[in-house]
């Protein structure tokens, strides 16, 4: 089944524990993101990834890292957490990240931050 | 910059009741629209898309006519059911951007009563 899997599905943990938020998808898909998604604001983009070792700041970047070793794989990384990334996050895939492809969402991370 | 404005929820109606939920946007060029449905628990799935003016989008009932002199691109459905519950988000991509980044708006809640 084409998928996007992310894990954990939901985590609380303390201020500057450093965190790791996995996202794999399984249909050979160039482009991958990240989004939060906050009460009254809807989805914003934290980093995409055209391809493998291509990675690029999204529209809320601060606090957040991000890697794309494999093509399958693009983690979220928190290095010291804080309680303002208390969110929902989203992991998305689509063929091509240059042309209006279907993005598949993964089933969401609920983080919380204390 | 691009942007995307949507009805503030819940929406609650009864089962068999007419649905409008109202999106407009602002954006530069000529955006793709979308759709995304969101049910409780889940990642967002697309819904619908419409990629250049007067097209319509529609599934499952659903359907949004992309237009461009008003700038809208509302959700309507002539009959819902009680599993139609769910978080609604319009969302439009830039064509010719380079990324395959989402704007999303805020999402509207639908609550379907039997």
């Known amino acids: 089944e084409a998928q996007v899997t992310q894990n954990p599905r939901y985590l609380i943990t303390v201020t500057g524990k450093k965190l790791t938020v996995t996202c794999s998808q399984n249909?050979?898909?160039?482009?991958m993101s990240w989004y939060r998604q906050d009460p009254g604001l809807g989805l914003r983009q934290i980093y995409y990834?055209?391809?493998?070792?291509?990675?690029d700041k999204g529209d809320v970047p601060e606090g957040y890292k991000v890697s794309r070793k494999e093509k399958r794989n693009f983690p979220l990384i928190l290095e010291s957490p804080s309680p303002n990334q208390t969110s929902l996050y989203f992991c998305?895939?689509?063929?091509?990240?240059?042309?209006?492809?279907?993005?598949?969402f993964g089933p969401g991370t609920r983080l919380t931050v204390t | 910059g691009n942007s995307v404005t949507q009805m503030e929820g819940p929406v609650t109606l009864s089962e068999e009741a007419f649905l409008t939920i109202n999106c407009t946007y602002t954006a530069t060029g000529y955006p793709s629209l979308f759709w995304y449905v969101q049910y409780p628990g889940e990642g967002l799935q697309l819904l619908l898309k419409?990629?250049?003016?007067?097209d319509k989008g529609s599934n499952k009932g659903f359907e949004a006519t992309y237009r461009k002199e008003t700038t809208s691109f509302h959700l309507e459905k002539g009959s819902v059911q009680v599993s139609d519950s769910a978080v609604y988000f319009c969302a439009l991509r830039s064509y010719g951007g380079a990324t395959n980044k989402l704007i999303f708006g805020t999402g509207t809640l639908l609550a379907v009563q039997p």
């Open positions: 249909m050979n898909h160039e482009y």
């Open positions: 998305a895939s689509s063929l091509s990240g240059g042309s209006p492809y279907e993005q598949y």
């Open positions: 419409a990629t250049k003016a007067d």
């Open positions: 990834s055209m391809n493998v070792e291509v990675t």
